[in-house]
Nanobody, 124 residues
């Protein structure tokens, strides 16, 4: 049974940093892509970043986070990280990680597995 578990969320002031982790278990994820998405109250889930381990670590980012967020992965630990710097109040959301077979995608509908989410709150 595949499980994804996010951690690392919290309350931070604008301009601060947080690092989210997503620990995957239940199978070998070397042929998978992992993505981070977020959903703010009253808004639809949106893509944040994704990494594809099988293709040498290809990374893609949403324009809104490019230059501030960094996605990385540790194959040995089956864990994906999202380093978030220069946080803004508009980054406040529940952050979810997802896993899909194959290449990265910005479409949440293509992801097969999801974690329970972790809350990130950025105060102004």
């Amino acid at each position: 049974q595949v499980q994804l578990a996010e951690s690392g969320g919290g309350l931070v002031q604008a301009g601060g940093s947080l690092r989210l982790s997503c620990a995957a278990s239940g199978r070998t994820f070397s042929s998978y892509a992992m993505g981070w998405f977020r959903q703010a109250p009253g808004k639809e889930r949106e893509f944040v970043a994704a990494i594809s381990w099988w293709s040498g670590g290809t990374k893609v980012y949403a324009e809104s986070v490019k230059g501030r967020f960094t996605i990385s992965g540790d194959n040995a630990k089956n864990t994906v990280y999202l380093e978030m710097n220069s946080l803004k109040p508009e980054d406040t959301a529940v952050y979810y990680c997802g896993a899909k077979y194959g290449s990265t995608s910005r479409a949440g509908s293509e992801y097969d597995y999801w974690g329970q989410g972790t809350q990130v709150t950025v105060s102004s």
